[in-house]
């Protein structure tokens, strides 16, 4: 199930960016240079609105797959944080050598 939704999320998200950059920032859409931009088949308003419809569809779609991504693995995902492990076994520091003196000559 999880590998079918994260297919289709991928598949999803490269139409996302393939339609937002076909998209002109002045938001032309498609009609670079005259309103002939898919060769008469659609105005520059209308391949303007197709583009902004179909940018709303893959972006709802988007993000209902990724809520859908994030509740699929919500269980299975094991804690790999090194702070919700147990600190190890303390054990008590040896005890430093302590030096020892020269001996001191007596008269």
């Known amino acids: 199930m999880a590998s079918l ?3 289709l ?4 998200t490269l ?7 076909l998209q002109r920032s002045e ?3 498609l009609g670079v ?8 088949f659609m105005s520059g308003r209308g391949t303007t609105n197709l583009l902004t419809r179909t940018t709303a569809i893959l972006g709802t779609l988007f993000f209902v797959l990724s809520i859908s991504l ?10 790999r944080s090194i702070l ?4 190890p076994a303390a054990t008590a520091p040896a005890a430093p050598a302590l030096p ?5 000559p007596t008269n």
């Open 5 to 7: 939704l994260l297919a």
């Open 33 to 40: 240079g005259s309103s002939q931009g898919m060769g008469g």
């Open 84 to 87: 919700d492990q147990a600190p």
């Open 70 to 79: 994030a509740l699929v693995n919500r269980g299975s995902v094991q804690q």
């Open 100 to 104: 020892s003196l020269p001996a001191v």
């Open 15 to 21: 139409s996302l960016i393939g339609v937002i950059l």
């Open 9 to 12: 999320h991928i598949f999803v």
């Open 27 to 29: 938001g032309g859409g």
